[in-house]
């Protein structure tokens, strides 16, 4: 029968196979945007991590541009600052405060778990691999103290697999664990021979070893609660030893897929996504040939031009030194020692290309929109500029959003979800959302900025309704348009927690209070204005009496 190991480098063998078309531009993306990617690499730690990335970079601007689009990913798409995600269900009335405030309890349990730990340590890492590589990806393990534990995957250190809908279902990778590690993690017994005979030797506790770990698909899973039961296999194995009573370092499991890999743009039936720093690489490469060219330009018209010399001058020492003398026969109109190049080249026309393709670049890594979002316009026509500009960019960055929804946010809420259900980390469910199944929806800068444009038609709307009531001077028209509503679908969009807002009822109870308060004040009013006239007729009759005579009964 055939071992685990065995069919995992089986496997393994095909998608490294698969993966081939995918490393024949990485390299150029590397040299040019490094990210430490280990592309077909096989030595240990000890000769990578501290050498020089920059060596073949004459300009480092397409870098800068890089850094900024990360941070413009982290600052207004995932900010630990802000509250970028809620929970919500996909039929929710969004009357029952009950369920929106229990919904709203969960999303702060989530929250804190991701601040605790490292998610947005390592979360940059897939953002920048996602934009120069196409694929980003970390893996998520379970952790007591933190609940999960987030570790980078570096670009050529894994190999992915996915499923007939094209999700991603399998992950191979190749990491080095020093001897002692291997020993801490994995116990020395289930260690190779070479590993066990190493961890004796005091010399040898920090020699490299390299472990393959395979996460996929367990096919007939018991579905029981041990490990080897669950629906996702995970293997450990040192990569090369071939002990036969050392299979496997650890058979576990996972009841959900923990790796997270963002694919920027997909196409087709690829595993690998494609990224703007792929589009953007003739015009970086542009740049760099132009920053090369101007250097040289520059050295041979000012810093080191080349001269010519009176052949008088050939068997004699010429000085070129910065103020050095030199003496010439001023018999001949040419005798003295000159430039080739009379007239040194105009750099500028070269300038103007790189700025063109610089901003090409910068737009390409939607560094336009993010200053714009950055933006805080002083007038409302600037305010509506802005938002149209922002709108434009909106449309453009809509398929990479939904991605990242896709392969990352989702998955990731879910991944926390599920193992702090687990837990017992939330509150009991109220009997309306019992057997609903949670989604999340997206909050932060740049899904509400999708957002504003509903916010502002019904802004719009209402402004009009406003038009009519107050030309007609007839505010009746104020009925047509239900308020409540209003009020609620725009913090709704505008992402406003539950609890800042009263329920319907609360909102009956205030108003019918306040109509009775009303009521009882006018009662109490008519009231006194009647005892007012009664006094008052009381004080009159004297002095009628006094001025007339007595008042008798009349009749008629």
């Not at 994995?186 to 190493?198: H, P």
């Not at 670049?361 to 805080?376: E, G, N, P, R, Y």
């Not at 009231?527 to 002095?543: E, G, L």
């Amino acid at each position: 029968m055939e071992r685990i190991r065995q069919r995992c480098d089986k496997r393994l063998a095909g998608l490294k196979a698969n993966r081939v078309t995918w490393e024949e531009q990485w390299p150029e993306l590397e040299l040019l945007w490094p990210c430490g990617a280990r592309i077909n690499a096989d030595n240990d730690p000890r000769s990578f991590g501290g050498e020089d990335r920059q060596g073949e970079v004459y300009d480092s601007t397409h870098q800068t541009v890089l850094d900024k689009a990360v941070a413009g990913f982290m600052a207004y798409a995932t900010s630990p600052a802000r509250q970028w995600h809620r929970n919500t269900t996909r039929d929710l009335d969004e009357d029952d405060s009950e369920a929106r405030e229990h919904l709203d309890a969960i999303t702060d349990v989530q929250r804190s778990a991701m601040q605790a730990g490292n998610f947005y340590q390592v979360l940059p890492h897939v953002y920048r691999e996602g934009l120069v590589f196409g694929t980003g990806a970390m893996i998520g393990l379970p952790d007591f103290e933190t609940v999960l534990h987030w570790y980078p995957m570096v670009t050529g250190t894994y190999w992915l697999g996915a499923n007939a809908k094209q999700v991603v279902d399998t992950c191979y990778r190749e990491f080095w664990m020093t001897t002692s590690q291997l020993v801490e993690r994995f116990g020395l017994e289930r260690c190779s021979i070479a590993v066990q005979n190493a961890a004796k030797r005091p010399g040898n506790q920090d020699d490299w070893h390299k472990v393959v770990h395979v996460i996929e698909p367990r096919k007939n899973a018991g579905g029981g609660p041990m490990a080897t039961q669950m629906p996702w296999a995970s293997y450990y194995y040192e990569a090369g030893s071939a002990d036969g009573d050392h299979d496997l370092l650890e058979e576990g499991g996972f009841l959900r897929f923990p790796v997270i890999a963002w694919r920027y743009q997909r196409e087709g039936n690829n595993v690998y996504g494609r990224s703007p720093c792929m589009k953007a690489l003739p015009l970086v490469r542009q740049v760099q040939l132009q920053t090369l060219a101007e250097g040289r330009a520059i050295e041979r018209d000012f810093v080191d031009p080349p001269v010519q010399v009176p052949t008088s001058a050939k068997n004699e020492e010429v000085n070129l030194a910065a103020g050095g003398i030199n003496y010439v026969d001023e018999s001949r109109q040419s005798g003295g020692i000159r430039r080739v190049f009379d007239q040194p080249t105009d750099p500028s026309w070269m300038r103007e290309s790189k700025a063109d393709a610089r901003m090409q670049v910068a737009t390409m890594l939607f560094l336009d929109l993010f200053q714009m979002l950055a933006l805080q316009p002083q007038t409302e026509k600037t305010k509506f500029e802005v938002a149209q500009r922002v709108k434009e960019g909106m449309q453009l960055m809509g398929p990479v959003l939904n991605n990242l929804i896709t392969d990352v946010l989702s998955p990731v809420l879910d991944l926390y979800y599920y193992t702090l259900e687990a837990g017992g980390a939330f509150p009991p469910v109220p009997e309306s959302l019992s057997g609903k199944d949670f989604v999340p929806e997206f909050m932060s800068e740049l899904w509400m900025a999708q957002k504003a444009a509903d916010v502002g038609t019904i802004g719009e709307f209402l402004a009009f309704v406003g038009s009519i009531a107050q030309g007609k001077g007839d505010p009746s028209v104020w009925d047509a348009v239900n308020l409540d509503d209003v009020v609620r679908d725009v913090a709704n969009k505008m992402g406003v927690p539950a609890k800042l807002l009263e329920s319907p009822e609360d909102v009956q109870a205030l108003r019918q209070a306040r109509a009775d308060a009303q009521a009882a004040q006018a009662q109490l009013a008519a009231m006194q204005s009647m005892a007012s006239t009664t006094k008052d007729i009381a004080s009159a009759v004297p002095s009628l009496e006094a001025s007339t005579g007595p008042l008798q009964n009349t009749q008629v």
